[in-house]
């Protein structure tokens, strides 16, 4: 059974930083695509960062500098790094993977979705 598992969440301030990791189980974090959603209380889900089985990257523009993906083959994980937290990057963050997915931060189609882990940033 394939799951993903978030965690890392918590509240900071503004500035501040924090670092999400979501934890693969029955499912290769090296193959296909997986990015890092996040969705605000009355918004829409959007797409965070993405990372592809080659390593390639790619970035919403409101997070760029900021925030960055990567992954760990070894520990079959996925972490987000984000610095310089905004009262605005306040959500829920969802990692998802898909691995017949090329690198893309489109919200739908995905194959597995974690549950999410909440980010507070107070100004």
């Known amino acids: 059974q394939r799951k993903l598992v978030e965690s890392g969440g918590g509240s900071v301030q503004a500035g501040g930083s924090l670092r999400l990791s979501c934890a693969a189980a029955?499912?290769?974090?090296?193959?296909?695509?997986m990015g890092w959603f996040r969705q605000a209380p009355g918004k829409e889900r959007e797409g965070v960062a993405a990372?592809?089985?080659?390593?390639?990257?790619t970035y919403a523009d409101s997070v760029k500098g900021r925030f960055t993906i990567s992954k760990d083959n070894a520990k079959n994980t996925l972490s987000l790094q984000m610095n310089s937290l905004k009262p605005e990057d306040t959500a829920m963050y969802y990692c998802?993977?898909?691995?017949?997915?090329?690198?893309?931060?489109?919200?739908?189609?995905?194959?597995?979705w974690g549950q999410g882990t909440q980010v507070t940033v107070s100004s």
């Open positions: 029955g499912y290769t974090v090296s193959t296909g695509c």
């Open positions: 998802a993977a898909d691995p017949d997915r090329i690198l893309t931060l489109t919200t739908w189609g995905w194959d597995y």
């Open positions: 990372i592809d089985s080659t390593g390639s990257t």
